[in-house]
Structures are given as C-alpha cells and as structure tokens.
C-alpha cells in the first residue's frame, strides 16, 4: 500500500482536501475482512461506500487504516484516515446546526449496516496518518474454555474451546516472548517486508466471566501474528507443550507445523494508541522507514 | 399452566423420575419468545427436542422456566425444570467416567444451535420447582443512547436509541416505583391472575461502556411489565415527563396510552434467586397461593 497524502495534498483535481480521523468499531463475523477485495464484502468497502453516499462524492473515497483485520476479525477500538474535498466535509451538516463531524456521524449511522459504528469523524492533526502514525495497537483475544463460561449473547467475540486451560501456564509462555525480536516464526512473510516487530505486552488472565483473556500490544503486527502466537499459547495451555516452547519457537525463525494458527473469532483489535499532535509527523517518517528499510 | 409435578412423580406411566434442574442462557434474537408455540422457533422447543434426543426419550419432556420471557428478549442466568426417566438419565454417561449431569452438558452442547447455552444440569433438591420456588429474578435493559456508544460485538443485547437520555432522572422515576404495588398499569391483564408485585430493586446507571442501564429486580413479574416500566422511564429521560409520572401512571391503576413498551432487545434476565433448600416446598406453595388467589 502506498502512503497516504497529506492533509495539504488535492485527492480532487486541484479541489482543496481535509484529511479526516474515523473512529470506528465493527463485528467481523460478517466480513471478509477490513481489506477491499472484488466480489467480497469487506469493511472497507462498506465504510468507502457509505462516505460516498453521505457526502455526495463521485467516486468512493480511499481510507487507510491503522490495523488491516483479517476475515472474521473484530474491532472496537479501529482508526483509518481518509482525505475529502474540504467543500463536501463543510457542506455536509446542511441547515443543521452541528460540526460536520456530527453530521457525518449522524448520517453514516443511518446508513451503514449494523455490524459496523463510526463512532466519531473529525479533522485529523497535521501529520496525521492512521496506519504509519500509530505507536502500538492493541488486540484481545478471549476463549470460553468450559461450558459455563459460554455467553450466546457474547459468542460473537468469544471462540469456544472443547478442553481446558491452564492459564498460569499460558501466561507464563506469553510472557517469554515480550521484547523486539524477528517474529518470522510468527507471521505469514511478505516479500520486501520485515517480520521483526516490538511485543510491548502479551499476558493471559481470568477475567470475571471465566473467559482466558489474553491481551497483546505491539508497535506493529505481521500477518496473523496475533493468532499464531495465540495458537502457541494454546498448545501450552492443553498441556501439549513446555510454557517455554513458544520461545524456542521464536528463536528458531521458522514457522513450525505444531503452531496452529488460533480461529478469528476471538480476535478483537481493541486500541490504536498516538503520540501527541506535534510527534504525528516524525512517528510516521519512522514507521514508514523502519517497515519498508529492515526487511 | 399446571404446577410442575414433584419429583417423586412418575411421568412415564409408572418408570421412576427424577427432576433436573437446568441453568441456562440464550440469545433471544432469533426465538420467539421463551413458550413453545406451534410453527415457532422457541426457546422451550429448542431444548425440549433436544433433551428428548441426547437421552433418546420417545416423546420430548416438558420443560417449566422461571422467566417466560418474550420474542425478542434474552436471558443469561435463566433456571428450568424438567422431570426425566430416573434410567435415562442415570444411563447418560455411558461409559463416560462422569457424572449424569457433565455428560447431559456436554451432550446439549453438542446438540443445541449456538444461540443457547445450558451451563449446567444436575439433580434438584426436593420441592423444587424453577417458577414456584423462585424468590426474585433480576432483568437489566440496556440502552446505547449515543452513537459513541453503540458496540456491534454487543448490539444483540443493547437497544440503540436516537436521543440522549438523562440518567438521573430516569434513576428517581425508578426509584418512585418501588416496593408493593398492583402494577395493573404495567401489565397485559391476564383473566384470573393478580397484578400485584413487589418491585425490590430499580435504578439505573451509566456503566463503563458508556451505556444507561436499569437493573430492575421483583418476586415476579407480569406480562411485558419490565419493558412497560422501561418505556415510561424513557418518556422522563427524554425530558417528555417528569420523574414523578411514572409512579402516577402506577397510581392510576390503568395502562396508559404514554407508556410504550421498550424494544425486547435490551432485556436480559440475569438472575433467578431461589431459597435454601430447606425452604424451597414452603415457597413454591407460597407463591402458588398467592398467584391464583390474589388475582
């Protein structure tokens, strides 16, 4: 994918734009993902599509977003960007006596399905850009493990296991991969791209409904390298595996036949985190550099 | 509906029964309502078939609820009894090394569509009956009342409203309403039924998602009665009524045409309260009386 445009950039041939910040949520179960793809309905298609309606825009605007989610991924707390012609963001709250971020708020809510929220549109910071700008993202992944723990009204979220989990054990594995090392044991490759990537956090817990939660935090993640890791986790919490095998894992550098890639549906991107408004600029710089030099 | 039969009954023409105690929970989205209905899909249907196949009964068991709850509407602590052959149950295990009770759970799991759950079965004690022995049960509605709010992972068991509503003055319209009342204007009237209840527990809250929520707690409750009391709260919190109306509606003895009923989409039943074992006969007897005498 190529780099966004600035907020100072004219998506519109030569008509002035404004680079727009979404916050925005969606069931994944539905979706063949975020990612545009022909023939398939995609978040990204859905959200392009209904700006385009709210606003009037000839053609569907392009949006980049923090974390691209794989079919069947969740998220609650997703961020994209998209740069608008500045005429159609101002004229779009009517006779209304409200920003043009409520108004847009307002109108996509009526149009877009109900497995997807735009929870706020906004004006984006100079420098601003959705995916290279992001400090970490956040993602939970969470497990029923025993029939008592299964919630039908919260199963869209929730992968239901048939055996047992020995969460201390899994914790404990998680917490020896944390750090910067090369996850190619981890991630599906991609040419010209690297795989190593900062763990800031990855820890298993009860939570108060009897679910194993676990909840990874990194700078950037490789193609399902959430539900790798997870499918790690699980081996070692069935008892099929040392809490240390992850990590010999890891440092072997190679995908391994006995890491079950764990199902989407308990993968939820909860968090996309940014640095203040005057570090936007240079984080994203870094991103870029750092994700397209070291591979 | 008849009084369930003890469990010292004989409901296969002379074989030995037992009664099952089972907790439950369900999406309601998709059932309508709790009560078997010719042509419907039911709740009561649902596992009624599907006890009778696990245990390979010829004909399926009737199942007694504590909360009969409406098309539409959701329960995650709900509580049922059935009355089973002592040797189909006993024989559930196979050559299982478990208990009658692990071996029906697992078994319904495997059976059941993935929009109920039953979390456990297990051997009732005696003079238990899950609709007469009940002290309270305890529903939540839950309202998203602004766009930041509305989650599509949890949108099955949230009423999305288009205003924003004033929690505190929901909270005091609720609190008016407690203690025993004929709730007659709450309630569909049903021939020869009272419509006097004792209404232990109403307020509402903004939790920590953002969202209005009512937990509402009772002895019992009549027909569309929690989400009658949902609606004229909702009148206050539009700013339509003032929090008193609600208690002057309750005073007035007759359904009043300002009170809508609330969507089934945001109630839960949560809970079922039942007491000691001890006192389990001298409930259902009590409760008995007072629901066909009262009335």
Same mark, same amino acid.
């Given at each position: 994918?190529?780099?966004?445009?600035?907020?100072?950039?004219?998506?519109?041939?030569?008509?002035?734009?404004?680079?727009?910040?979404?916050?925005?949520?969606?069931? /994944?179960?539905?979706?063949?993902?975020?990612?545009?793809?022909?023939?398939?309905?995609?978040?990204?298609?859905?959200?392009?599509?209904?700006?385009?309606?709210?606003?009037?825009?000839?053609?569907?605007?392009?949006?980049?977003?923090?974390?691209?989610?794989?079919?069947?991924?969740?998220?609650?707390?997703?961020?994209?960007?998209?740069?608008?012609?500045?005429?159609?963001?101002?004229?779009?709250?009517?006779?209304?006596?409200?920003?043009?971020?409520?108004?847009?708020?307002?109108?996509?809510?009526?149009?877009?399905?109900?497995?997807?929220?735009?929870?706020?549109?906004?004006?984006?910071?100079?420098?601003?850009?959705?995916?290279?700008?992001?400090?970490?993202?956040?993602?939970?992944?969470?497990?029923?493990?025993?029939?008592?723990?299964?919630?039908?009204?919260?199963?869209? &979220?929730?992968?239901?296991?048939?055996?047992?989990?020995?969460?201390?054990?899994?914790?404990?594995?998680?917490?020896?991969?944390?750090? &910067?090392?090369?996850?190619?044991?981890?991630?599906?490759?991609?040419? /010209?791209?690297?795989?190593?990537?900062?763990?800031?956090?990855?820890?298993?817990?009860?939570?108060?409904? /009897?679910?194993?939660?676990?909840?990874?935090?990194?700078?950037?993640?490789?193609?399902?390298?959430?539900?790798?890791?997870?499918?790690?986790?699980?081996?070692?919490?069935?008892?099929?595996? &040392?809490?240390?095998?992850?990590?010999?894992?890891?440092?072997?550098?190679?995908?391994?036949?006995?890491?079950?890639?764990?199902?989407?549906?308990?993968?939820?991107?909860? &968090?996309?985190?940014?640095?203040?408004?005057?570090?936007?600029?240079?984080?994203?710089?870094?991103?870029?550099?750092?994700?397209?030099?070291?591979?």
């Amino acid at each position: 994918m190529a780099p966004a445009t600035s907020p100072a950039d004219e998506p519109d041939g030569g008509a002035p734009a404004v680079r727009i910040r979404l916050d925005l949520a969606y069931d /994944g179960t539905a979706f063949s993902g975020w990612a545009r793809q022909p023939g398939l309905r995609t978040v990204q298609t859905v959200l392009e599509e209904a700006l385009a309606t709210v606003l009037r825009l000839p053609q569907a605007p392009r949006l980049v977003v923090a974390g691209r989610t794989d079919a069947g991924v969740h998220a609650r707390g997703q961020v994209a960007h998209v740069d608008l012609p500045a005429d159609a963001w101002l004229a779009a709250p009517g006779r209304a006596s409200r920003s043009p971020g409520d108004a847009v708020t307002r109108r996509l809510a009526a149009v877009v399905p109900p497995d997807v929220v735009v929870h706020r549109a906004r004006p984006a910071p100079p420098g601003f850009d959705a995916r290279f700008s992001a400090l970490w993202r956040r993602y939970a992944y969470r497990i029923a493990d025993d029939v008592a723990a299964r919630d039908p009204l919260r199963r869209a &979220e929730v992968t239901w296991h048939p055996r047992s989990l020995d969460v201390p054990a899994m914790d404990a594995a998680a917490r020896g991969l944390l750090g &910067e090392h090369d996850f190619a044991a981890y991630c599906r490759p991609r040419e /010209g791209a690297t795989t190593i990537r900062t763990l800031l956090a990855f820890g298993w817990e009860r939570d108060g409904h /009897g679910l194993a939660v676990a909840h990874v935090r990194a700078d950037a993640f490789c193609h399902s390298m959430v539900r790798a890791l997870v499918g790690a986790c699980l081996a070692v919490g069935e008892g099929r595996r &040392e809490p240390t095998w992850p990590a010999q894992v890891l440092a072997g550098g190679l995908r391994h036949p006995g890491v079950t890639v764990a199902p989407p549906r308990g993968l939820t991107l909860e &968090e996309v985190s940014y640095p203040d408004d005057a570090g936007l600029a240079a984080r994203a710089e870094e991103s870029r550099a750092v994700r397209t030099l070291a591979g």
